[in-house]
């Protein structure tokens, strides 16, 4: 009786050795199959120590470890190409603008020429794209040109706001100040009040 048992555990592990190296390769289900593949080798381990059904133990080990490397290799690939998608994503949105100009094209600036007419202006700005990647891609880059009195005025009004902020924040300060201020002349007064009041009673 106790040699059917073990070679039964044996022959579990085998039919969940199989069973698990068919549906590694099965997004989802493959998650059920790395615990079969476990079960698998833990059931070989056993009945080859105790030395019942040693060629059922032994092919149920190795199916088992075999089913346990598929879906480890299997799962790995998977979060890369999904880390790979989101990364191509991101270039695509623009969410990674630092990391393209680093890697994938290079964007050189020429001279700003201005050219007066009697009526218009015509402006002309020279940019040189190259792609640094082996394999054919198309960018598109936007490129905006700030003048300096704009620029100027931004730099004031970003002053002006960082003086505005520091004096907000010197008010509260006071403020703060003379509400605590104010709270201990109370506790003061309350103090000599009540010392006043038990001078009286004495």
């Known amino acids: 009786m106790e040699k059917t048992n073990k070679s039964g555990l044996a022959t579990a592990g085998l039919v969940l050795g199989i069973v698990g190296v068919c ?96 009526y218009f202006t015509d402006t002309k700005l020279t940019v040189k794209v190259t792609n640094k990647m082996n394999e054919k891609k198309s960018f598109s880059i936007n490129i905006e040109a700030i003048n300096e009195i704009n620029a100027d005025e931004n730099l004031k009004n970003n002053a002006l706001q960082k003086m505005k902020d520091v004096k907000k924040k010197k008010k509260r300060q006071k403020q703060c100040r003379r509400k605590q201020m104010m709270s201990l002349m109370k506790i003061a007064r309350n103090k000599k009040y009540k010392s006043y009041t038990e001078r009286i009673k004495k």
Do not use: W
């Open 23 to 118: 549906t590694s390769f099965i997004p989802i289900v493959n998650n059920i199959s790395f615990i079969m593949g476990i079960l698998s080798a833990i059931f070989g381990i056993i009945s080859l120590v105790k030395k019942t059904g040693k060629g059922k133990a032994i092919t149920a080990i190795i199916l088992g470890i075999l089913a346990i490397t598929i879906i480890i290799n299997l799962q790995q690939e998977l979060s890369n190409s999904i880390e790979t998608v989101n990364k191509e994503l991101d270039k695509a949105v623009g969410n990674s603008t630092e990391e393209v100009l680093k890697n994938d094209v290079e964007v050189l600036l020429g001279s700003f020429e201005v050219e007066k007419g009697e």
